[in-house]
């Protein structure tokens, strides 16, 4: 386990730095390399090349590594709550919630960019409702919930289907077109959610133990689950108004964070949120990367959704992990 | 005494409620067609509205009580032989699998013929299903169900929206058939495909009955009873997939049916026995199906819903509300 962290330490840094470089260097509009450096010492004259590393491939790569981030932490959130490893943010219905307020302030005030409030709204609001009626089982309920959502997402998107293209974006998830103003808008979320959930650390460690060990142990649990879930949503909500609904980082990045790093939260917190961070961008790399060429339409389809790349490569992740987890 | 009343008068309720579902969906919409009419039309093929009732309706009518069957017997043997309350191919990602093979395949046009694509749609489908299963392990955790089962159901959702949203510039009617399930535009071709794969699986299920209902006593009752258990699990699951691919592959992920048949019958059997809920779960299946298809048509006419939409409003209440009073966890 020593020697893992320390690998870790040592390693995820330069990944995340070659990342990084890979999302300025790399992309549709063709700037030279020696361009983008300049741009980063800022001694580029030419300003369509400043324009196109600052204020799309930068805010794109930034957003990748900080929504990745929270929904790594999220997930550990969630899975400590629910007590099993197989959870995820999307467990709590918070994705469909979030869908839902878009469309729907799509559909009352068409063409109105209310497109970020509304989902970190929805995505909260539905926090709220599966903690109010979740008590029983918050996977289960969060499941059925998440399904009502999206059934009734999908009968608004029926009778007006003007707002689909905005929508796909949050149902796949996607880091197309990122701005600086996502940017802004996400990070103070990363200040806050982060911090808050390693606080939690200790309290969570006690949590996972069970209901009755945790109270024997001084915990006093309503509290620590009515905040932790609180952490947990709060984080999902952010990621998902700024990168959309993506699958498998909440629930991949956390395994890959245990067998990394033990069950202890102390640790878990930051090494799954910086996975997650690396995972997603590394996603959205092969997402932007790759041009499909499909049947029916004349040009390369470039620019899939990451959510789409997350969805392919998650599904055999998650099995190599659980088959690893039932043999140990 | 009251038993065998049940027994034959719950079927027997369920078929005239079929048919009266079928009537009604031969006569409603527009044009809105008095019953005689609409029987008229549908035995004299010279007949003037032969075309709306015979060619449409009718067809999309029965397509509802085959699917509906096929997904309440698929759901039943889930969970039986799972002994899990909310298995269903709904939230085993079962359908979601198929429906991802079948969206990639018309989407795309990849011009694979109507009667291979819900062969295809199964390969999908056993795919996501045993990647479930295999994350189940063996705990009969529901939340542990409910949690793999979502995280691959929403895989393929993302996929089935990436493909639709890519190939067709998102096409609502197209995406919505693959992401929830609808009967829109479904003729004679589409029932002639899964109508022989559903009475396949819903035999096949009859003939497993005795096999099931044992495996619900738990594994070593069921061993003792004589009952090759891993056996009769695999074929039952295997069944299962079979009728979840082939409604899927014509219909899309239609949910909350599979689940909810079963537990109605369930409860206004009075019994969990395999074998007696198998005939009635299978009828109220099919009705459930065919009127969340008929209101689908009709609420918010011209404007026609995805039937999965309804399925899943109506549905999940109502597994709450029955789960609640049986105490089954749901």
């Known amino acids: 386990m020593r020697w893992r962290l320390s690998a870790l330490v040592l390693l995820t840094p330069v990944a995340g730095v070659a990342l990084v470089l890979a999302h300025l260097f790399l992309g549709r509009s063709d700037v030279p390399a020696p361009a983008v450096l300049r741009v980063l010492t800022g001694r580029e004259t030419e300003p369509a090349y400043a324009l196109i590393v600052l204020d799309y491939r930068l805010p794109r790569v930034l957003v990748g590594l900080g929504a990745g981030a929270l929904l790594a932490v999220s997930g550990v959130l969630v899975q400590a709550v629910v007590r099993n490893p197989l959870a995820e943010p999307a467990t709590t219905g918070v994705g469909a919630g979030a869908a839902l307020a878009v469309v729907g302030t799509l559909v009352l005030w068409p063409g109105h960019a209310l497109a970020y409030p509304a989902a970190l709204g929805g995505a909260l609001a539905t926090g709220a409702v599966l903690y109010v009626v979740g008590r029983r089982s918050f996977a289960v309920t969060g499941v059925l919930l998440g399904a009502v959502l999206a059934a009734l997402t999908s009968l608004l998107l029926v009778v007006d289907s003007a707002p689909i293209s905005v929508v796909l974006r949050w149902l796949v998830g996607s880091l197309n077109a990122r701005t600086p103003q996502d940017w802004t808008l996400l990070w103070p979320w990363l200040v806050v959610v982060l911090p808050t959930a390693w606080l939690l650390a200790s309290r969570l460690n006690v949590w996972v133990l069970g209901e009755p060990a945790a109270t024997g142990l001084g915990l006093r649990t309503g509290p620590v689950l009515a905040v932790v879930l609180l952490v947990a949503v709060a984080g999902a909500a952010a990621a998902i108004a700024a990168a959309g609904a993506v699958a498998f980082v909440g629930l991949v990045a956390p395994h890959v964070g245990r067998l990394l790093a033990g069950a202890d939260h102390r640790v878990l917190i930051p090494v799954s949120a910086v996975l997650g961070a690396l995972l997603l961008s590394l996603a959205d790399l092969v997402a932007f990367s790759v041009s499909v060429q499909l049947p029916g339409i004349a040009t390369d389809v470039s620019g899939v959704p990451v959510g789409a790349v997350t969805a392919l490569i998650g599904a055999p992740v998650l099995a190599s992990l659980v088959r690893r987890e039932n043999r140990a | ?330």
């Open chain 2, 1 to 330: 005494m009251i038993t065998i009343i049940k027994r034959v008068e719950l079927p027997g309720l369920a078929v005239a409620a079929l048919a009266v579902c079928v009537l009604a969906a031969l006569c409603l919409g527009e044009p809105r067609l008095r019953p005689a009419t609409a029987l008229a039309a549908l035995t004299d093929p010279a007949h003037p509205l032969r075309v709306p009732v015979w060619e449409v309706r009718l067809p999309r009518a029965l397509l509802g009580l085959v699917a509906g069957a096929g997904l309440a017997a698929a759901g039943l043997l889930l969970q039986d032989v799972l002994r899990n309350p909310i298995a269903g191919p709904e939230l085993l990602g079962v359908s979601s699998g198929a429906a991802v093979v079948v969206a990639t395949i018309v989407v795309l046009g990849l011009g694979v013929p109507l009667v291979v694509q819900p062969w295809a749609a199964l390969a999908g489908a056993v795919v996501a299903g045993a990647l479930v299963l295999l994350a189940i392990g063996r705990t009969r955790d529901p939340a542990h169900v409910a949690l793999v089962g979502a995280a691959v159901s929403a895989a393929c959702g993302g996929l089935v929206v990436a493909v639709v949203g890519l190939g067709t510039q998102g096409n609502v009617v197209v995406l919505f058939r693959y992401l929830l399930g609808s009967l829109a535009a479904r003729g004679w071709p589409h029932l002639e495909t899964v109508t022989p794969l559903v009475a396949a699986g819903v035999g096949a299920a009859w003939l497993l009955r005795r096999r099931v209902e044992a495996l619900t006593l738990g594994d070593d009752v069921a061993a003792g009873l004589g009952v090759p258990v891993t056996r009769t699990r695999v074929a039952a699951v295997g069944v299962a997939a079979l009728l979840a691919a082939a409604v899927a592959s014509v219909c899309g992920p239609v949910a909350f049916v599979a689940l909810l048949a079963p537990h109605l019958a369930r409860r206004l059997l009075g019994t969990v026995s395999t074998r007696r809920v198998l005939p009635l779960a299978v009828l109220l299946g099919g009705l459930l199906l065919a009127l969340a298809d008929l209101a689908s048509r009709l609420l918010l006419y011209p404007v026609e819903l995805p039937v999965g939409i309804a399925t899943t409003l109506v549905g999940v209440p109502a597994l709450v509300l029955l789960s609640r009073r049986t105490a089954v966890p749901a």
